[in-house]
């Protein structure tokens, strides 16, 4: 389950490209900046992805598992991908290239859609408590919030926007908290 904590929180482009970008801005602007730090943003992001494939295909298989791990590869392989094409000098047409994108945010949608369900069939299963109800409601505002703030603009968006982020922290930190206990806890080995 620590993979999938771990994926997750390398699947999160803002924060992967916050980090690189401060780490790494001398070497960036060293190697010519641009298109090196989309390929590292989208090399850790594929990495992120193919933890949480490996991290759901460790647990006790659920639909829900089963169906992040799925979608986890298929997004990591996308992001490979995209992350090579986005150095080359090629360019998709603008509508495939939004279609391509929405696409892949819904894919990142119900891959963490099936991780919260599986953490809730986990603590089900085991009849011990992960925190899932919490990482539920974290879910819920997570998605309530980006939904207004696509609707909504201006300061409003802008706030929402903000509680999105927040929401997205919250389920990072309730995704830790259930992977450290259920790998600690040795009533849930199987």
């Given at each position: 389950?620590?993979?999938?904590?771990?994926?997750?929180?390398?699947?999160?482009?803002?924060?992967?490209?916050?980090?690189?970008?401060?780490?790494?801005?001398?070497?960036?602007?060293?190697?010519?900046?641009g298109?090196?730090?989309?390929?590292?943003v989208?090399?850790?992001?594929?990495?992120?992805?193919?933890?949480?494939?490996?991290?759901?295909?460790?647990?006790?298989?659920?639909?829900?598992?089963?169906?992040?791990?799925?979608?986890?590869?298929?997004?990591?392989?996308?992001?490979?991908?995209?992350?090579?094409?986005?150095?080359?000098?090629?360019?998709?047409?603008?509508?495939?290239?939004?279609?391509?994108?929405?696409?892949?945010?819904?894919?990142?949608?119900?891959?963490?859609?099936?991780?919260?369900?599986?953490?809730?069939?986990?603590?089900?299963s085991?009849r011990?408590?992960?925190?899932?109800?919490?990482?539920?409601?974290?879910?819920?505002?997570?998605?309530v919030?980006?939904?207004?703030?696509n609707?909504?603009?201006?300061?409003?968006?802008?706030?929402?926007s903000?509680?999105?982020?927040?929401?997205?922290?919250?389920?990072?930190?309730?995704?830790?908290?259930?992977?450290?206990?259920?790998?600690?806890?040795?009533?849930?080995?199987?």
């Amino acid at each position: 389950m620590k993979k999938v904590f771990w994926g997750m929180l390398l699947t999160s482009t803002a924060l992967v490209t916050i980090v690189i970008g401060v780490w790494g801005g001398l070497l960036l602007a060293g190697l010519g900046g641009g298109g090196f730090l989309y390929l590292l943003v989208g090399l850790v992001t594929a990495l992120g992805y193919y933890l949480v494939w490996q991290g759901a295909a460790s647990l006790p298989q659920s639909q829900s598992w089963e169906w992040a791990g799925k979608i986890a590869k298929v997004l990591c392989a996308y992001t490979i991908a995209t992350a090579l094409l986005g150095v080359l000098p090629l360019q998709l047409p603008s509508a495939m290239t939004l279609i391509l994108n929405y696409v892949s945010s819904l894919g990142s949608f119900f891959a963490l859609y099936m991780i919260v369900l599986g953490v809730r069939e986990l603590q089900f299963s085991a009849r011990a408590d992960l925190g899932a109800e919490k990482l539920w409601k974290a879910f819920v505002a997570y998605v309530v919030a980006g939904l207004l703030t696509n609707l909504l603009g201006g300061v409003l968006g802008f706030a929402l926007s903000i509680v999105e982020l927040v929401a997205y922290i919250a389920i990072l930190v309730l995704l830790a908290k259930a992977a450290r206990k259920y790998e600690n806890d040795e009533g849930f080995r199987y």
